[in-house]
């Protein structure tokens, strides 16, 4: 089977490949494709979250949105490093959704895991509209991984 890791450079899309790797089994996935979206024309720049703050300010300096993606990618292939499946990378861009369930069509996917509320507004109310979309439409099952409820203060 061929599962689809997508990462919109979030704490949240990283959460959700380790959740992946707690309870999948590598022996019945034969790849791993890690998907990021860059949006043509986009007013804010593509989130990374993950990379080290050097990276990060390095990329905010050279403007390249791509880089940030490229980075991106790189943490959330990291998370499968060893874990048996083949791994591969892929920059896309347009509609993150769109993007996605073409991705899964294309690579005859048979999983895609999506992050909710990864840049959102609410992390416990709402799923995030990308997830909602690829939820919706793609031709596979979609496991969307919520945030952890934040704890409440007193």
């Not at 490093?81 to 591969?88: A, M, N, T």
Request: with cysteine.
């Amino acid at each position: 089977m061929h599962v689809i890791v997508t990462t919109d450079g979030s704490k949240q899309s990283l959460t959700a490949a380790r959740h992946l790797v707690s309870f999948a089994d590598p022996a019945k996935i034969s790849d791993v494709s890690v998907v990021a979206v860059i949006r043509p024309l986009a007013a804010v720049s593509f989130a990374d979250e993950l990379s080290s703050a050097d990276r990060r300010r390095a990329d905010a300096q050279t403007l390249s949105f791509r880089d940030a993606a490229e980075s991106a990618v790189d943490v959330i292939a990291g998370v499968f490093d060893g874990w048996g499946p083949k791994v591969h990378r892929r920059i896309r861009s347009g509609s993150p959704a769109n993007e996605i369930i073409k991705a899964a069509r294309q690579l005859n996917a048979g999983l895609v895991v999506v992050a909710s509320g990864g840049r959102g507004l609410s992390d416990s109310v709402l799923v995030g509209s990308t997830a909602q979309r690829v939820q919706h439409y793609a031709p596979c099952p979609v496991l969307v991984v919520r945030p952890a409820p934040r704890a409440k203060r007193k």
